[in-house]
């Protein structure tokens, strides 16, 4: 009687239903997504309780009690006092990056990336701790942050940290790492899918299922984690919004160029800005070490724009709920927007910590609400739908473009908006944005600074061309086999060392011994020495069907440069030989792809692409 006591019989069936276990998905994402689970839910807590750290510092800073009631400093009584307010936190957040944490500078997805990049996705335990202090610091004294780029700062650390702690491979670091960045985003906002595309678009560049699974589970943990403590309501209610026509669609193409010209205007003076803080130090002797008083100097301008308008200060979440529920003025929306542009370029590239995503609301937002207004009271003849949607357009329009991360910008706001009229209107205005501002734009705002430290960033992806070709399609059919047997001095006169490329050694019931090379033959020219004692081992065996990615990965494990392809059911018939350089001849094929150059006709006939190969 077999094992377990089953039939026989049915041994060869149940191995054909596990026969392709492991093939498609690494087995190993099961342990990634079990660590995923356990940081969105870290990363669902942390968000939660750094909101309710903001809201007390505004609350002290603001009001002058002690309360974890959400409220915002626009309600504030202080009059020309508010000024000072803003430089206390500038003081506090320079100092905790002056004294114990450089990376908390800035709105942290840039440091999210850079930990990516080159830091094998390793972030130090002190910032998931310091990032949320300096953040509530920061937007408790009237920072024009949101608090969703500390958020995604501080739950990818700890998706680092749980990742090193458990002693995960650097890929796995990199997968919850994103994994916490998707629950930190989702968590804010409610919007889990919005969160996964953060970790896609800004720090995975792939979507591949190894990584995916894990991040959207940890995003949807996260997400069930907010609706826990605050409920189904969204973040953000909105009226349901409608097209009044088709025709409409041209009008957020339009929106969409106007969006891309504000976005490009803020990377521009961010840049500069944060150029100029930098190097304080040049302009003003006095205000050294630059990492303290530059945040302090940008906040007090801060509240200098702050005392004209107190909607600049925090994370202003009140004022986009009034931007997308038609509550200003024509003059009051192009004000908050003029401001807040200035508040948060000023505030960021001073060098304090806080996120772009909820201030490049507000900035589109009126401007989009105050674009519709015109239109509607110079009577274009295409009538014109309810200003409030052309703000929630002109709000992922923005972000979308500043970012480089148009599909979170449109889901966000759909997820947001929960009506499906605004997604066609949504799609066209964010693409047309983010196309503009790449047109014009080498870096976007997320990657401006690393591309100062000496990084290359690409937030362009697809699938690399190793995966997409077959190993046949490089191989050279044209080849010599020898006879292990042969002697040396037989085969050098029979053969041309320079046209003879790699020769698979074989035994004479056709079995693969080893390879040899030209110069393997001009080295052993002694009398009696045979082929099987020159040939060497160093090369790898592949089947036709493979990718090129598969094979060039074992290559790289063995140290090797030559490829013998077999086939038959014995894998011992060679049809083919592979040298490291013929793999190049790949990117060769990309940039004949791309390129209105065609290809040398020898070249075409002898070297067809991977699209052609059958």
Not at 36 to 54: N, R, Y
Not at 295 to 318: K, M, R
Request: aromatic fraction near 10%; hydrophobic fraction near 50%.
């Amino acid at each position: 009687m077999p094992r377990h006591g089953r039939p026989a019989s049915t041994q060869p069936s149940v191995r054909r239903w596990f026969r392709e276990y492991g093939r498609s998905l690494d087995p190993e994402v099961l342990v990634t997504s079990a660590y995923a689970l356990l940081v969105g839910l870290a990363a669902g807590l942390v968000a939660q309780g750094l909101l309710e750290l903001i809201y007390l510092f505004t609350n002290i800073f603001f009001f002058g009690k002690w309360s974890f009631v959400g409220s915002y400093p626009v309600g504030h009584h202080l009059g020309a006092w508010v000024i000072l307010i803003p430089p206390i936190g500038g003081l506090l957040v320079g100092l905790m990056i002056h004294f114990w944490e450089p990376t908390l500078k800035g709105h942290g997805i840039p440091e999210a990336m850079e930990a990516v990049l080159v830091g094998r996705s390793r972030v130090r335990t002190r910032v998931g701790i310091l990032k949320p202090l300096a953040t509530a610091f920061a937007i408790g004294t009237g920072g024009p942050f949101g608090a969703e780029g500390p958020i995604i700062q501080t739950g990818a650390a700890f998706g680092s940290i749980l990742g090193q702690w458990v002693r995960l491979t650097p890929y796995q670091r990199r997968v919850l790492l994103a994994a916490g960045a998707a629950a930190g985003m989702a968590a804010t906002f409610a919007a889990p899918f919005a969160g996964v595309l953060v970790a896609i678009e800004l720090l995975l560049f792939e979507f591949r299922a190894r990584s995916f699974i894990p991040v959207a589970l940890s995003s949807a943990v996260a997400t069930a984690v907010r609706v826990y403590f605050v409920g189904w309501a969204p973040l953000f209610p909105t009226p349901a919004y409608t097209l009044s026509s088709l025709a409409e669609l041209w009008l957020f193409a339009a929106l969409g160029i106007l969006m891309g010209l504000i976005g490009i205007g803020m990377i521009r003076v961010l840049f500069f800005l944060e150029d100029f803080f930098d190097h304080l130090d040049r302009f003003l002797p006095f205000a050294k070490p630059t990492a303290i008083w530059s945040p302090v100097i940008g906040a007090s301008l801060l509240g200098a724009i702050g005392y004209l308008y107190p909607q600049v200060f925090g994370t202003g979440y009140d004022t986009i709920r009034n931007l997308l529920n038609d509550r200003l003025t024509v003059s009051e929306l192009l004000g908050v927007s003029f401001a807040k542009f200035w508040a948060l370029v000023l505030s960021l590239g001073s060098g304090t910590t806080g996120g772009v995503f909820a201030p490049s609301l507000i900035v589109g937002g009126g401007i989009g609400s105050a674009f519709a207004a015109f239109l509607r009271a110079s009577q274009q003849l295409i009538p014109i739908s309810d200003p409030a949607l052309y703000a929630l357009v002109a709000m992922a329009a923005v972000f979308g473009g500043i970012a480089r991360a148009p599909f979170t910008a449109i889901v966000f706001l759909f997820e947001l908006s929960r009506n499906p009229n605004s997604l066609l209107p949504l799609v066209v205005c964010c693409i047309v944005s983010d196309g503009f501002v790449r047109l014009f734009s080498q870096e976007s705002i997320m990657t401006g600074k690393l591309v100062k430290r000496g990084l290359i960033v690409r937030q362009d992806y697809s699938v690399p061309v190793l995966m997409r070709a077959r190993i046949e399609q490089v191989m050279r059919k044209n080849f010599t086999p020898v006879l292990a047997d042969s002697e040396v001095n037989s085969i050098v006169r029979e053969i041309s060392p320079e046209s003879a490329g790699v020769m698979p050694v074989v035994e004479r019931d056709g079995t693969i011994l080893g390879v040899i090379e030209a110069h393997d033959l001009l080295k052993s020219d002694g009398e009696g020495i045979k082929i099987r004692d020159i040939a060497r081992s160093d090369y790898v065996l592949a089947r036709p069907e493979e990718t090129v990615d598969e094979v060039t990965r074992d290559l790289l494990k063995r140290n090797a440069e030559n490829i013998v392809v077999v086939e038959g059911a014995s894998q011992s018939k060679p049809v083919g030989v592979v040298r490291a350089a013929d793999i190049l001849r790949l990117r060769r094929w990309v940039i004949e792809e791309e390129s209105h150059e065609p290809a040398p006709v020898q070249e075409a006939k002898t070297t067809p692409s991977p699209e052609r190969a059958k």
